[in-house]
């Protein structure tokens, strides 16, 4: 089988690689190793709210650069900050007229747009029909109308590499082992969220221990395969994820506990203590970091968020924010009237919660937030005093849901090696590349984002390298 371009992974950055190379008059395949007419992936599974930092990807570019500059605290490498946030907008036009289709929302940031028809925020998986599976259906209809092939079950295993440059992959398809020529390869399978074995590499040895929030599918094969053929690896440490209620660790089987009930909010309006009754983060930095310092605790098992009445029944009622979901899907929730009691059934020192709540509520009062230790955050959502009886106790852990950090690319999506030269026919866009995320917030760029820019600026370093116009 011999291709122009072949790609590896059928989510949103392959398609849209795929799609876009096509039109530039490339032939294309597309390797996917599910074999389901409708296969599995974070792509499928996302909500499907495309930002970029929980900013408009409509906005102009100037804006977008100076959003990630900041966000990341200048980490992000700037030739690709620039080129991402410069070409924000025009992805999200270019799958308009490939037949995508969004809706406005109201995100905590401003405005966003969400891929239609929109998904709702209940329990369970809820992807079918919704706007992350009817655009992954339409971009495959539109490969298939301009000549190019999503092979399904085809296992990516090596990539062939001939004179220092990438000449193809080598996959497993129908259980034969291939070999599928082509002149660039894209690698575009997404991180290593379901690899529990990378986690521990490139993130926290407690990785046993961390609620694995994604697809199946995320294994990092084509990190693997990069780095066998000298890509540089780089900018791990850091991913995107959520605190998540216990039971969905330890009870895996039930799956009414994600993506949703989201207790972001929840987390950021009470206290999460270890044990002892401390605190042990600064809630108020939001669900992503939180996540983060959860997954580097010696047990990422032996949180409980503490909250009260008030709480429960104004911020918790919000969105999917825990309050009914938590007790329609039957998960523990401790709740007395006394802190004391509370702190018994959760299994957390009575005497270091009540003195913990105790000075935080006086702290709170005073409007000293930031003497406490750790500091609380104000914004965007400010601390409440916990006062209102009866109180919660609910058991935590830290879900994650999509990596950081992978292959170090260029501008044209073109990886490179540790020295900084190119690897020649070799691309990569998505959740697989390095470059863009990082800072002591863990900014986190967005799925949708790297999918959707990085997709296209992969096709058109394709072509350029082909000879071809990017331009069509």
């Not at 702290?363 to 965007?380: D, F, N, V, Y």
Request: net charge positive; glycine share 12%; aromatic share 6%.
């Amino acid at each position: 089988m011999q291709f122009d371009v072949v790609a590896i992974g059928g989510g949103f950055a392959g398609l849209i690689a795929a799609n876009r190379c096509a039109q530039l008059g490339l032939r294309v395949a597309v390797l996917e190793k599910e074999t389901a007419e409708r296969y599995l992936n974070n792509s499928r599974y996302t909500t499907g709210i495309a930002h970029i930092l929980f900013q408009d990807m409509r906005l102009p570019g100037e804006k977008l650069l100076e959003v990630i500059n900041q966000g990341t605290e200048g980490e992000a490498d700037p030739a690709l900050a620039k080129a991402f946030a410069d070409n924000s907008r025009r992805a999200i036009d270019w799958l308009v007229a490939e037949g995508g289709k969004y809706i406005l929302v109201n995100a905590p940031t401003g405005k966003s747009i969400m891929l239609a028809p929109p998904r709702r925020f209940k329990q369970g998986l809820d992807w079918e029909g919704h706007g992350a599976d009817y655009l992954l259906r339409k971009l495959e209809s539109n490969l298939k109308n301009r000549g190019g092939r999503l092979i399904r079950g085809a296992d990516a295993k090596a990539l062939a590499i001939a004179d220092g440059a990438c000449a193809g992959v080598e996959a497993v398809i129908g259980g034969k082992l291939e070999r599928l020529d082509a002149r660039a390869v894209v690698i575009a399978d997404g991180g290593f969220s379901s690899n529990v074995e990378m986690i521990r590499r490139y993130i926290t040895p407690r990785a046993d221990r961390l609620l694995i929030r994604s697809a199946a599918t995320a294994m990092g094969d084509g990190l693997r395969m990069a780095e066998a053929a000298g890509a540089q690896l780089c900018g791990f440490g850091a991913f995107y994820g959520h605190p998540v209620h216990r039971d969905a660790i330890t009870c895996p089987a039930d799956t009414m506990l994600w993506p949703f009930p989201m207790i972001d909010p929840l987390t950021q309006a009470g206290l999460v203590v270890g044990p002892d009754g401390r605190r042990v983060a600064d809630e108020g930095r939001g669900g992503i970091v939180l996540a983060n310092l959860l997954a580097h605790l010696d047990d990422p098992l032996s949180t409980s968020l503490i909250f009260d009445d008030l709480t429960w029944t104004t911020i918790a009622r919000k969105g999917p924010a825990g309050n009914p979901m938590i007790l329609s899907a039957g998960a523990t929730l401790h709740r007395a009237y006394k802190l004391a009691e509370l702190a018994t059934l959760a299994g957390v020192s009575p005497e270091g919660l009540t003195a913990t709540i105790g000075e935080f509520n006086t702290t709170i009062a005073k409007g000293t937030a930031a003497s406490l230790h750790p500091p609380r955050t104000m914004t965007p959502l400010a601390a409440r005093p916990i006062l209102h009886p009866p109180f919660y106790a609910l058991p935590l852990c830290s879900g994650i849901t999509a990596t950081m950090g992978g292959i170090a690319i260029d501008v044209d999506c073109r990886a490179l090696r540790a020295g900084g030269s190119v690897i020649p026919g070799l691309f990569a866009a998505g959740s697989t590349v390095a470059g863009l995320e990082g800072g002591k917030q863990m900014a986190y760029m967005g799925g949708l984002s790297k999918a959707f820019i990085l997709g296209l600026l992969a096709a058109e370093g394709v072509a350029r390298a082909s000879g071809k116009s990017a331009r069509t």
